[in-house]
């Protein structure tokens, strides 16, 4: 009993500070098929503004799905930085945090330092998640002067041959410039893992490896996506007990290390995250009402894995007449019937229609 109240406070702090959030969520919940299309969110209860700054990428992770097909003519394209800078002059409010990531690695997207710097008029807060080869002491120190808040490093295993296996990029130098950056910046770090059955045995070093980096904020755990090709190897989403013991294991070690971690999710979120659970149980995706993405073609995507899909919605015209304009509405509405396209059920956690 005890257990499961963590689970429900674990789930209720997904909302935090953010209250139209759980209205709209509640909504979807209660109503189903006849909620609303609309978004009436307040800018500050959207999870944040996504910005896809390039599609272009120098790695070939194992896990990616950008190796799937759909994304072939998607790939290597780079955002028109005025029309951003349209969106940016015509939007009024101010959002929770802007994210420039997206199909590709930013760190390639010859406008970064500029794209950081006009992101600063929309939110306070400004991250990127990058895979961390570009990553250098003297751009570190550049992004943080051009207004960088927040930094993601992807890292898929504990393990220096491991990592290697994955993402063919060297854990030792990426720890160097984490401590570069925890003793001269202040920016807020956080630590991305994708989780499989395959690479599960080398995330439980993430404390023994990284505890010296006294920036990390977050372990972010991201459930693997079974595409065709993870399908065609054989590699699958961690079971969520198993899941749990290496997220309890993991809060076991920075408790007793002293250190200021959060686990997301934590070992007690496993099973109940919102955005998951909506999809299982409900077989409906709370992004495309949740989660506002620019892609690569200056459009509002309905989703960052839709980014194939142009929506015909241009960005330039700011957010309060883009973001609920007819092609978002109608595609927000055929999920809430659970028509949505092939490959929402083929790369995501809904349940797969062509399969039915």
């Not at 406070?9 to 909302?15: K, N, V, Y």
């Not at 997207?109 to 807060?125: F, G, H, R, V």
């Not at 003297?138 to 992004?143: A, M, Q, S, T, W």
Request: proline residues 4%; aromatic residues 10%; glycine residues 4%.
């Amino acid at each position: 009993m005890l257990n499961r109240k963590k689970e429900m406070l674990a789930f209720i702090d997904s909302f935090k500070d953010m209250p139209d959030r759980l209205l709209k969520y509640n909504e979807i919940l209660l109503e189903g098929e006849d909620a609303s299309p609309y978004c009436y969110q307040d800018y500050m209860s959207y999870r944040r503004l996504a910005v896809s700054l390039t599609s272009r990428c120098n790695l070939t992770c194992k896990w990616c799905f950008r190796m799937d097909s759909k994304y072939k003519n998607s790939l290597d394209k780079d955002l028109n930085i005025e029309v951003y800078k349209s969106f940016i002059k015509n939007t009024k409010g101010k959002f929770r945090q802007v994210h420039l990531a997206g199909l590709g690695e930013p760190t390639l997207y010859p406008q970064l330092i500029e794209a950081i710097q006009l992101s600063k008029n929309l939110s306070s807060d400004v991250k990127f998640t990058t895979n961390g080869v570009l990553l250098s002491c003297e751009n570190v120190d550049n992004y943080v002067k051009a207004g960088l808040t927040h930094l993601e490093v992807s890292i898929d295993a504990f393990d220096d041959e491991k990592h290697k296996e994955y993402r063919n990029v060297d854990i030792r130098k990426l720890h160097n410039i984490l401590i570069h950056i925890s003793n001269n910046t202040p920016l807020h770090l956080q630590i991305n893992s994708v989780v499989s059955t395959e690479n599960a045995p080398w995330l439980s070093g993430f404390v023994s490896k990284f505890k010296d980096v006294k920036n990390i904020n977050v372990w972010h755990t991201i459930p693997l996506f079974e595409t065709s090709q993870m399908r065609d190897n054989r590699i699958k989403p961690l079971d969520d007990d198993s899941y749990k013991t290496l997220l309890l294991k993991t809060e076991n070690e920075i408790k007793e290390e002293g250190l200021n971690w959060k686990l997301l999710p934590s070992s007690h979120g496993v099973r109940v995250d919102p955005i998951i659970e909506m999809k299982r149980r409900q077989n409906i995706c709370f992004s495309c009402f949740d989660d506002p993405y620019i892609g690569v073609n200056g459009q509002f995507n309905f989703c960052p894995r839709q980014e194939y899909a142009a929506s015909g919605v241009d960005v330039s015209v700011g957010f309060e007449e883009a973001w609920n304009q007819q092609n978002l509405r109608k595609f927000r509405m055929n999920m809430l019937k659970g028509t949505y396209p092939e490959y929402c059920g083929k790369l995501c956690f809904l349940e797969d229609r062509s399969k039915n």
